[in-house]
């Protein structure tokens, strides 16, 4: 079946240091890939996405580019911020019939 | 707003007493459903539905029960709840069009059974 494997945490870094989260997956078809934030206290909600291979998702400064070839969404940032503190969860849907399959999340402290 | 509403936010619990944590949806949103967040095991689903009256096993259904009566309720009953079901527990609906759609979450209950 789908899967989706993350790098696990937790990741700490320095404010402005560079950010890679780690996102592979396995799937049958040709899925759709999402980054999702839970910032404290939070539910998820979507930060990014890319629906085929060599798109590139972006928002708030975060990137990932969907490569079909290595079947990997890795999440990057280049000067993370105190604010960016939270899990990150990887996540790909392989049909519009079937549920999202989640990574099982990577926490990100950023430290001043 | 485009909002999933679960209440309560917090509940504590006393194992066998029935309980009920409501999901509404204001988006008219086919897709339904219900996750329980663990440390170290990430979201793991417990039931979803596909539209009304249609629902499925997620990964985790033991010990839980949902209904799907209208599009925008989604409620998880747990019949007779147990210490091991204390978790924080997630409502998500999104369109059913495709596969590219978002997920919408509610803000989380976070359950404590004695």
């Known amino acids: 079946g789908d899967s989706v494997t993350q790098m696990e945490g937790p990741v700490t870094l320095s404010e402005e240091a560079f950010l890679t989260i780690n996102c592979t997956y396995t799937a049958t078809g040709y899925p759709s890939l999402f980054w999702y934030v839970q910032y404290p206290g939070e539910g998820l909600q979507l930060l990014l996405k890319?629906?085929?291979?060599?798109d590139k998702g972006s928002n708030k400064g975060f990137e990932a580019t969907y490569r079909k070839e290595t079947t990997s969404f890795h999440l990057e940032k280049g000067s993370v911020q105190v604010s960016d503190s939270a899990v990150y969860f990887c996540?790909?849907?392989?049909?519009?019939?079937?549920?999202?399959?989640f990574g099982k999340g990577t926490r990100l402290s950023v430290i001043a | 707003e485009a909002q999933v509403t679960q209440n309560p936010r917090y509940l504590i619990t006393v194992t066998g007493k029935k309980l009920t944590v409501t999901c509404s949806q204001n988006?008219?949103?086919?897709?339904m459903s219900w996750y329980r967040q663990d440390p170290g095991l990430g979201l793991r689903q417990i039931y979803y539905s596909m539209n009304v009256e249609v629902t499925d096993k997620g990964d985790v259904p033991e010990g839980y029960k949902v209904s799907r009566k209208e599009k925008r309720n989604f409620p998880l009953i747990l019949e007779s709840p147990s210490p091991n079901q204390t978790s924080l527990y997630f409502c998500a609906s999104r369109r059913q069009t495709g596969n590219n759609e978002k997920l919408f979450f509610g803000s989380g209950t976070q359950l404590s059974v004695l």
């Open positions: 996540a790909l849907s392989d049909s519009g019939n079937t549920p999202l399959v």
């Open positions: 988006m008219n949103h086919e897709y």
């Open positions: 890319a629906t085929k291979a060599d």
